[in-house]
């Protein structure tokens, strides 16, 4: 009965404190804390806020289906399943939308979601296995479709910030953040080719990511997300985004097979540290040349091994520095001067081999798609 008496007699005692600290204007035990005062938001959060609900409304998520058939017996019967989902932008306010190959290859159909919840059924424009890209195309009223701004690759620095929105494991409308962790980059597409000049970053991409665009600072187009580079299946701080001089080459002819083919010399660029450490101050420093390619045709050379003694070192290709008398800097200058240019034209490219200055002819062909 003592053990009761106190334990009761602790219950009043610590009511009749509560109801003191209560009295006094402090929160009584089990009461909600008082809300401390925000304060303003830091001027990079509310820039990184007003870029994505800008950019939001651009990137839709894609779901495709496929028809399996089954046989059992004599009977046939035949069912749509779920096949994948990824992300996709709005290219233009004719209802285009841009994403990854890989994530409608195999589709029967394909939905698109936008970002206020509205569902389009989506046909297929075009597609091209070898640079990872799709073109889609929606009926959806004109104030619904909101196109991202363009902006280039070619400029891009190590250390810039970016912003990757998409749907990673179906989640939709998710902004990720990171930065340019390196340029130049080389993988290889669903298509089993090389993709050049690919953007890496940190910014967390995961599979749904695929297709959603990548973004600067001033909310513009840079990439396409397009892969990750993990054990896991997860991001692990690598992904990689096709570059958007790219996408904007492409993408075009696809919407509008009959407009002009672009034409390719059938060259890599070398990674801008290979092009620093030769101390090259103009044109562009080649890595590989494309077996088959008029580059080969015309003789001209990529990087190589070089034996000397035991060991192997890597010689520096040829240094592309104009065609047909205009410079050639960068790849975004490659492309202004062959946007003049037909399948089949004849022109003198001039480039540099171990210092000296040299020229050859070289016959263009069409950039092949699927």
């Known amino acids: 009965m003592q053990v009761v008496r106190s334990f009761v007699l602790s219950i009043a005692l610590l009511t009749c404190t509560a109801g003191v600290r209560a009295q006094d204007g402090a929160p009584a035990p089990g009461e909600p804390r008082e809300i401390s005062p925000r304060g303003a938001l830091l001027a990079d959060e509310q820039h990184t806020i007003d870029l994505f609900r800008e950019a939001a409304p651009s990137v839709v998520f894609i779901s495709t289906k496929a028809i399996v058939e089954r046989r059992t017996g004599l009977w046939r019967s035949r069912r749509e399943v779920v096949e994948g989902n990824g992300s996709g932008f709005f290219w233009d306010a004719s209802g285009h939308v841009v994403t990854n190959f890989h994530v409608i290859r195999g589709a029967d159909s394909a939905e698109v979601v936008l970002a206020d919840g509205s569902i389009f059924q ?5 597609y091209e296995p070898e640079h990872d890209l799709a073109v889609l195309k929606i009926d959806a009223p004109e104030q619904m479709l909101r196109p991202v701004p363009v902006g280039s ?16 494991f179906g989640l939709d409308q998710t902004l990720t953040t990171g930065v340019v962790s390196a340029l130049d980059r080389t993988i290889m597409s669903v298509g089993g080719k090389e993709i050049a000049g690919v953007v890496q970053t940190d910014a967390a991409i995961n599979p749904g990511n695929s297709g959603g665009p990548l973004l600067d600072s001033a909310g513009r187009l840079i990439g396409v997300n397009t892969a990750i580079r993990t054990l896991s299946g997860g991001s692990a701080g690598i992904g990689f985004a096709v ?9 075009p002819q696809l919407i509008d097979p009959t407009s002009r083919p672009g034409v390719a010399l059938g060259i890599i660029r070398a990674n801008s540290g290979d092009e620093r450490s030769l101390g090259l101050t103009r044109g562009m420093l080649i890595e590989r040349v494309l077996p088959g390619s008029p580059a080969e045709a015309a003789g001209l050379r990529g990087a190589s091994q070089v034996r000397r003694g035991n060991r192997l070192y890597k010689a520096p290709g040829d240094v592309l520095t104009e065609i047909d008398g205009e410079s050639v800097n960068s790849i975004l200058d490659l492309r202004a001067v062959l946007r003049g240019y037909e399948p089949g034209d004849t022109v003198l490219v001039t480039f540099e081999r171990s210092g000296e200055s040299q020229q050859a002819e070289l016959t263009l062909r069409a950039i092949e798609l699927e």
């Open 122 to 126: 989506a046909v297929l424009v075009g």
């Open 153 to 168: 690759s070619d400029d891009l620095v190590v250390g810039q910030r970016v912003y990757a929105i998409g749907n990673p």
């Open 243 to 251: 570059p958007v001089d790219t996408v904007n080459d492409i993408v």
